[in-house]
């Protein structure tokens, strides 16, 4: 059976599966290069730390704050990407919002902020990274949300989530919305709950570093499972 791949999809694995085998080895070629040609992959990625600012997000019963969870998860996803060679834009790179003054309409300014630097990057794909909240304390685990009639966002989400399932040993679906951030994202996009802050022991895990690197080493190989999907 022959199996007809995307010819630009083909370059950007090979191209991957070469960077990953550099990164192996140790060879740090990206440091070498020219200042404004630090990656080994024509292939960009936008990492979303979602909130920011006076908007916190949720709230785990520890007082932990999503928005500072998300900035984490955004720069040790970033490292990850970049070790394999791929360019990576993050649209907050601070503990602050992006909505200039916290004045009324800060949040449709803050979003505003985060298309434009979305816009500008042109990625190739964009991770939107959230905390979860549900009422009852015993929900747990990862889920992956995408831009209701976006195939390709879907698919990513469904890499995702997939991978995700695998680790936790939960049947879940990746769901359809409405998401701003989504929505208007010219590329593949997805918004991804590392967990429930209101679960108490998720809570705990998801400030230790080594389940941070866990969570986004996942997302990194669901994004690589969609890459391979086709």
């Known amino acids: 059976m022959f199996v007809v791949w995307n010819s630009k999809k083909v370059i950007a694995v090979l191209l991957i599966l070469i960077a990953a085998e550099l990164t192996l080895?140790?060879?740090?070629?990206?440091?070498?290069?020219?200042?404004?040609?630090?990656?080994?992959?024509?292939?960009?990625?936008?990492?979303?730390?979602?909130?920011?600012?006076?908007?916190?997000?949720?709230?785990?019963?520890?007082?932990?704050?999503?928005?500072?969870?998300?900035?984490e998860y955004a720069k040790t996803l970033q490292r990850i990407f970049e070790r394999a060679g791929f360019n990576v834009v993050l649209t907050r790179k601070t503990s602050g919002g992006l909505y200039g003054l916290p004045t009324k309409g800060f949040k449709s300014r803050d979003m505003s902020e985060r298309k434009r630097?979305?816009?500008?990057?042109?990625?190739?794909?964009?991770?939107?990274?959230?905390?979860?909240?549900?009422?009852?304390?015993?929900?747990?685990?990862?889920?992956?949300?995408?831009?209701?009639?976006?195939?390709?966002g879907q698919l990513l989400a469904d890499?995702?989530?997939?991978?995700?399932?695998?680790f936790t040993g939960k049947d879940r679906q990746a769901l359809a919305g409405d998401y701003y951030v989504c929505r208007e994202t010219n590329c593949p996009a997805v918004i991804v709950e590392c967990g429930f802050l209101s679960n108490e022991q998720e809570c705990r895990a998801l400030q230790t570093e080594e389940y941070r690197e866990q969570?986004?080493?996942?997302?990194?190989?669901?994004?690589?499972?969609?890459?391979y999907a086709d």
């Open 159 to 166: 890499s995702l989530q997939k991978v995700f399932n695998d």
């Open 117 to 152: 630097i979305i816009d500008e990057a042109s990625p190739n794909l964009m991770i939107s990274i959230h905390m979860n909240k549900f009422s009852q304390s015993y929900r747990s685990g990862p889920q992956v949300f995408f831009q209701q009639g976006k195939e390709q």
């Open 215 to 227: 969570i986004c080493n996942l997302i990194f190989n669901g994004t690589m499972l969609y890459l």
């Open 25 to 71: 080895c140790g060879i740090l070629l990206a440091g070498r290069l020219p200042a404004k040609k630090t990656t080994l992959i024509d292939f960009t990625v936008v990492l979303d730390a979602g909130h920011g600012g006076i908007d916190g997000g949720v709230v785990g019963a520890d007082g932990v704050k999503e928005s500072d969870l998300n900035l």
